[in-house]
């Protein structure tokens, strides 16, 4: 298991950009693929991005494709969730979780789970 703690999140106006940030405890940060998920009020939890230990595969979900860039500094034990120009359908709380797996995509896959951050887009 790994702890992991989202930051960065806030309020900006559509158009405007935010990075979240995620740090890791423990000492094996680098076995893990790493995600980013999103819960909007209302609707169920849905997947962002991921990236896997060494930054060489990086899925996004269709709806943040050219917008969203995921990275990952393995020194730091922190991945990275760079948001530009964000819409109000980007408003959610979003989740940093991490998998045992090569990459994945799906909730399911992802074993451990950080507290979340909120993200508000303002029209």
């Known amino acids: 298991q790994v702890q992991l703690v989202e930051s960065g999140g806030g309020l900006v106006q559509a158009g405007g950009s935010l990075r979240l940030s995620c740090a890791a405890s423990g000492r094996t940060f680098t076995r893990y693929a790493m995600g980013w998920f999103r819960q909007a009020p209302g609707k169920e939890r849905e997947f962002v991005a991921a990236i896997n230990w060494s930054g060489s595969s990086t899925p996004y979900a269709d709806s943040v494709e050219g917008r969203f860039t995921i990275s990952r500094d393995n020194a730091k034990k922190t991945v990275y969730l760079q948001m530009n120009s964000l819409k109000p359908e980007d408003t959610a709380v979003y989740y940093c979780?991490?998998?045992?797996?090569?990459?994945?995509?799906?909730?399911?896959?992802?074993?451990?789970w950080g507290q979340g951050t909120q993200v508000t887009v303002s029209s």
């Open positions: 979780a991490a998998s045992p797996l090569l990459v994945s995509r799906f909730e399911a896959d992802f074993g451990s």
